[in-house]
């Protein structure tokens, strides 16, 4: 019965990417361009979900590690001019290094320490990209076209103008993310996260250094979330301070909590229609971020489960 | 101007607004300490005191009435916020949060529709200059502090000589007991948000004509009330006052003789260590 | 044969002591444990039994004094480290969890010893896991409800899900923590057999108000009063012991 659930977790999930797959080819370009975005950044609610939805602790400071992914990325293209594949790697791992700090110091607070704590990190970051505004541009931000490689493979040019490099680069990078909190939520590690976010002192009463559990959960959620700004900025080419701000800390846990904690295709779900909503919003009204508060305070009162959630709880009880 | 001059200005410039952070910080550190809850909204309480201190300055009776009026509507709108939502998901520490974060946004954006994206600048209801021996200063600041100081006092005697403060200080002591011996913590609780978003807002009212209202503002009110607050303990009215002018005068020192960003950057830092070293966390209760 | 060499002991404490603020909850406990025993504390609330094994535990830290655990000094070790020596401690109240199946409890705790290395830790098949799990369960006897929310499961069953979690963890030495506290005549027999039954490969250490389960099961009996220890014997002996009488009874 177990290895059945496993075949229609996998199976699910690979319809959904090749679904994402054969859809460039037949929606118009302005979606293309959308969905390219929605992937790249459901990479960050991933990340975000690895930690709230699986080891149970809520940050307020992500921003600090998605832009620190695109400022390693943005500036070593700019300045050094490394190829996109480098810069990349170096964005994911700018992302980890961060989270490996920020948990070392951080994770001795829990619950709503923790999440000031992120916070004023967060807040710290920005204001230095602020600060230090010769090297980061500040709010005006800096372009990498100029100095952007295209992606060389197979003897033929992949530049990163074309808008089906865009796609199917965010498709990629969003897979192996999506595979990647598959297989963890079903592995020993991810076990044990789930008992940390129920019950963390029986956890180590069954043997568990749940500190390092949590710091390891910290880690893969910086790491993904400096993934999605990296990818962001060869995708884009745009890198200013605003993706450091707390409103970006705040939109991976506005996503997570719509598309469901704690499910893994919930992020994806979250950040698509948040996205959507968004953007025909700031369409209708410069206030477009009413529709941010709005959600975010109806979700909590009335669906804290999100979509997927309550889809899992009502019909579909397999769902990771 | 010489450095006494820059000292000086630093230290009078700190002491004012140690006062005015003082009286924003305490509404969140009673919020936080009878309630037990984080507001993030708090710093739009401000924002929404100096922008309705605006319209007033713009109608015939002037600014004056708008220190009345403000903390009257905020903590209004403070109150159906406590019933309408907070009530409802029980005060539970991450949701109240989540809640907070969406009731920023509802408030700032609404005010943006209506105010619009611009900063306005307020007459001060008194003009007068004191002439120091290196510049001259705003008397009116002078008075922002003064009034400020007032209402501290003004708060600390409701606090302790009043049934409400009891209640209070009975609730943020031991919720259990005071629910046992009859109070009603969740009147008490509609109170101190009200009471806590009021204050804020008589803030915001006071130092508009210093500062311009502005649609955002209230982002830095609310991280410097965060500052204040933990570092100057929870629902702790002397802390919140020591604190703040620590915070003050030091935001005072650096912003004259270095950056006001840097100034943020450090104060940010410091206060996430406090948090990160103080053990037991922000309420003291939490573990290992 | 019949030479014991020599024999360290299970478990020992040396002036193991513990203070909150101001109360002195265990004074200066020297506790002597041997392998093979099933061993009763006894003794009124407040007597610093909990406190007592939760330093044994390691759930938390001593004022002063030492733990050694097969001549091994194991003081200064934290809680995770001391299951993987053969050292399980089972909640007074029930600490399973609630929104997870009553297979994922006791697999949570069955493939801590299957995490071995780094590969261990990120994949491990169904079939090596099912193992130990399904013996765990039918040991205690809740091998058909794997399925089932282990929230729903009513409170004596409970109990037994956090004995069979404790199992899964192939204790040495088992503390059971007032197991029989709110369970059904019937329960408590059945946990008793239960018990007895797993005494023969594991030491129990058990915290009991329930004195015909103690006199019952216990091979030997501590009693302890006010932080301290009052008394040890056999289950006859603490029976007729005068001082116990009087710290029990008020006589």
Do not use: C
Not at chain 1, 195 to 204: F, I, L, P
Not at chain 2, 197 to 217: E, F, N, R, S
Not at chain 2, 244 to 270: E, N, Q, R, Y
Request: hydrophobic letters at 55%; charged letters at 10%.
């Amino acid at each position: 019965m177990r290895r059945t659930r496993a075949r229609a977790v996998w199976a699910l999930h690979l319809a959904i990417l090749l679904l994402l797959l054969g859809l460039q080819f037949v929606v118009p370009p302005f979606h293309q361009i959308m969905l390219a975005r929605i992937m790249a950044l459901a990479v960050y609610a991933i990340g975000y979900n690895v930690l709230l939805g699986y080891a149970g602790l809520m940050s307020l400071g992500h921003a600090m590690f998605f832009a620190s992914g695109m400022y390693a990325t943005g500036l070593t293209i700019l300045h050094f001019g490394f190829g996109a594949g480098a810069a990349f790697g170096l964005g994911v791992l700018a992302g980890a290094i961060m989270a490996t700090a920020i948990g070392l110091v951080t994770l001795r607070a829990s619950g709503v320490s923790f999440l000031i704590v992120t916070m004023m990190f967060s807040q710290a970051f920005y204001l230095a990209t602020l600060y230090f505004n010769e090297i980061t541009m500040g709010d005006q931000g800096f372009i990498i076209s100029g100095r952007l490689q295209p992606l060389v493979a197979g003897g033929r040019e992949f530049p990163f103008s074309d808008p089906a490099v865009k796609y199917n680069l965010a498709l990629v990078v969003f897979a192996l993310s999506l595979m990647l909190s598959v297989w963890l939520t079903r592995s020993p590690i991810g076990r044990v996260l789930v008992a940390v976010r129920e019950n963390e002192e029986r956890t180590r009463l069954l043997g568990y250094n749940t500190s390092s559990y949590k710091l390891l959960a910290l880690i893969v959620s910086g790491s993904l979330a400096g993934a999605s700004g990296s990818i962001y900025t060869l995708m884009f080419s745009y890198v200013g301070s605003s993706f450091a701000s707390i409103l970006f800390s705040i939109y991976p846990l506005l996503w997570a909590l719509l598309g469901g904690t704690g499910t893994t295709l919930g992020p994806l779900l979250g950040t698509a229609l948040m996205t959507y909503v968004v953007d025909i919003a700031s369409g209708l009204t410069s206030s477009y971020l009413l529709v941010v508060g709005a959600t975010l305070v109806i979700l909590i009162m009335w669906f804290p489960a999100g979509v997927m959630g309550g889809i899992r709880a009502r019909w579909v009880r397999w769902l990771p | 101007m010489s450095f006494e001059g820059h000292l000086f200005l630093a230290l009078l410039e700190g002491t004012v607004t140690g006062f005015v952070l003082a009286l924003t910080a305490l509404g969140l550190s009673l919020v936080f300490g009878v309630m037990r809850i984080v507001n993030v909204a708090h710093g739009e309480f401000f924002m929404l005191g100096a922008v309705i201190a605006w319209y007033f300055s713009t109608m015939p009776g002037g600014f004056l009435p708008a220190l009345v009026a403000a903390p009257l509507l905020v903590g209004g709108v403070a109150f159906l916020a406590d019933r309408l939502v907070l009530r409802r998901i029980e005060y539970k520490p991450e949701s109240t949060i989540v809640a907070t974060i969406g009731l920023l946004y509802i408030i700032q954006q609404l005010v943006l529709t209506v105010y619009g994206p611009y900063a306005r600048p307020v007459a001060a209801p008194v003009y007068f200059r004191i002439d120091f021996p290196w510049f001259g200063y705003s008397g009116y600041k002078l008075v922002v502090a003064g009034v400020s100081a007032a209402l501290l006092v003004a708060t600390w005697l409701v606090l302790s000589r009043t049934t409400l403060g009891l209640y209070m200080r009975a609730t943020q002591q031991d919720r259990e007991m005071a629910q046992a011996f009859g109070v009603s913590v969740h009147r008490v609780y509609a109170l101190v948000f009200s009471l806590g978003a009021a204050l804020a807002a008589i803030a915001g009212a006071l130092v508009v004509p210093v500062q311009q209202a502005h649609y955002l503002m209230g982002l830095d009110a609310l991280l410097m009330s965060f500052i204040v607050v933990i570092i100057g303990g929870l629902g702790s009215l002397g802390g919140t006052l020591a604190a703040a002018f620590l915070i003050g005068m030091s935001d005072g020192l650096v912003s004259v003789f270095f950056s006001p960003t840097l100034a943020k950057i450090v104060a940010t830092l410091l206060v996430a260590l406090v948090l990160v070293l103080r053990t037991g966390g922000l309420f003291g209760e939490e573990g290992t | 044969m019949g030479e014991v060499a020599a024999v360290t002991r299970l478990l020992e404490t040396t002036a193991l002591s513990k203070t909150f603020g101001g109360l002195e909850a265990v004074r200066r406990v020297d506790f002597r444990l041997e392998k093979g025993e099933i061993r009763a504390i006894i003794g009124p609330n407040g007597a610093g039994k909990t406190t007592l094994v939760s330093m044994i535990s390691g759930r938390i830290g001593p004022t002063s004094g030492r733990v050694l655990f097969k001549g091994r000094d194991i003081t200064g070790l934290k809680a995770w480290d001391r299951v993987a020596l053969g050292i399980v401690y089972t909640f007074q109240v029930t600490s399973i969890f609630k929104n997870l199946t009553v297979y994922e409890n006791v697999a949570l705790a069955a493939q801590r010893r299957l995490m071995k290395g780094a590969l261990g830790r990120l994949t491990l098949p169904q079939h090596i896991l099912a193992e130990p799990v399904n013996r765990a369960l039918a040991q205690v006897g809740l091998a058909d409800v794997g399925e089932q929310d282990a929230g729903s499961l009513p409170y004596g069953h409970q109990k037994l899900l956090e004995v069979a979690m404790a199992l899964a963890l192939r204790p040495e030495m088992l503390i059971l923590d007032e197991p029989t506290q709110g369970l059904a005549p019937e329960e408590i027999t059945a946990l008793s057999l239960l018990i007895r039954a797993l005494s023969r490969g594991v030491t129990i250490l058990l915290i009991e108000h329930n004195m015909a389960v103690v006199l019952e099961l216990a091979t030997k009996v501590t009693v302890m009063d006010k932080g301290g220890l009052l008394a040890e014997g056999t289950p006859y002996e603490i029976e007729t012991h005068p001082d116990v009488q009087k710290v029990y009874l008020g006589l």
